[in-house]
């Protein structure tokens, strides 16, 4: 039985994620701005949820994730899932405002203290949920494709940073694992063409059986790593057609 936490677990992938692991037998510290939906799940499942509403773009997110953690009695992994994006066509500074404290600060933060638990226990795992935006630079949503960049550039220094530790203390077992889903059918698809969009319940299996894997980066579902190789190697004067 494994503790988990995952950060944004109200709606849509952190929900079906929390659903797997319950099936699975581990016990799921979930969070969220929307409690009565974190209610909704802890009362189906009470002795394997534990709740902590907040919004990570407040100045709480340590204490309340220290006060999850003590009420799962420790923690195994930390899944980051919450995300905020939308189209920008006037690049709308409030659009752009919350897009980055929720993907970018909030993030930062609490993978900042995730680590640092686990660096302090020896062993852990942190998943974050970011995207193939990340992969280059969006017209439509600039703020959304670079805070996704730079939650998997973090990630892979997190990883680095894992590996030089295990350098000096063999015992030392920290996974990072940076998942990039394409289209998933959620309230978060945004855009008018949605092609190969996954039902949340499949990408969510696949997301599942990544970090049970401990896989160090993923494409959801599976053949976005067709389009993550064709975005990363296009040059700007073919992607200049689409902006
Ligand atoms: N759906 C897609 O096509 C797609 C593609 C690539 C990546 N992703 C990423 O996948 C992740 C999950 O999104 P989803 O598609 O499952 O959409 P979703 O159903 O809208 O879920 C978003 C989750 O993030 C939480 N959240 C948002 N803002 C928050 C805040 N300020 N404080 C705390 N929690 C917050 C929401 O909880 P509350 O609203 O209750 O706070 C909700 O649980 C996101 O990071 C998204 O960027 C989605």
Same mark, same amino acid.
């Given at each position: 039985m494994k503790r988990i936490v995952i950060i944004g677990a109200t709606s849509g992938i952190g929900l079906e994620l929390a659903k797997l692991y319950i099936q699975n037998g581990d016990r799921v510290g979930v969070t969220g701005r929307r409690g009565y939906l974190l209610d909704k799940l802890q009362q189906?499942? !009470?002795s394997?949820?534990?709740?902590? !509403?907040?919004?990570?773009? &407040?100045?709480? =997110?340590? !204490?309340h994730l220290e006060s999850l953690i003590k009420k799962l009695g420790g923690l195994d992994t930390l899944i980051y899932n919450s995300g905020f994006g939308n189209i920008s066509d006037q690049l709308d500074w409030t659009i752009d405002k919350q897009t980055t404290q929720t993907n970018v600060n909030g993030f930062v933060e609490i993978v900042n203290y995730a680590f640092n638990y686990f660096v302090k226990q020896g062993r852990g795992q942190i998943a974050a949920i970011s995207s193939i935006a990340s992969l280059? &630079? =969006?017209s439509q949503a600039p703020a959304y494709s670079a805070s996704k960049a730079f939650m998997s550039t973090y990630m892979e220094g997190l990883y680095f940073k894992s590996v030089r530790l295990k350098k000096r203390d063999p015992v030392i077992a920290i996974s990072i694992t940076d998942i990039q889903p394409g289209f998933v059918n959620t309230k978060m698809a945004k855009g008018k063409i949605r092609f190969w969009q996954a039902a949340v319940e499949k990408a969510s299996r696949q997301i599942f059986k990544a970090i049970n894997n401990k896989k160090r980066k993923v494409y959801i579902t599976r053949r976005w790593a067709i389009v993550a190789w064709i975005l990363k190697?296009? !040059? =700007?004067?073919?992607l200049r057609k689409f902006a």
């Open positions: 189906q499942f !009470p394997q949820v534990e709740t902590e !509403p907040f919004d990570v773009m &407040g100045l709480e =997110n340590v !204490p280059r &630079g =969006n190697w296009m !040059p =700007n004067w073919v």
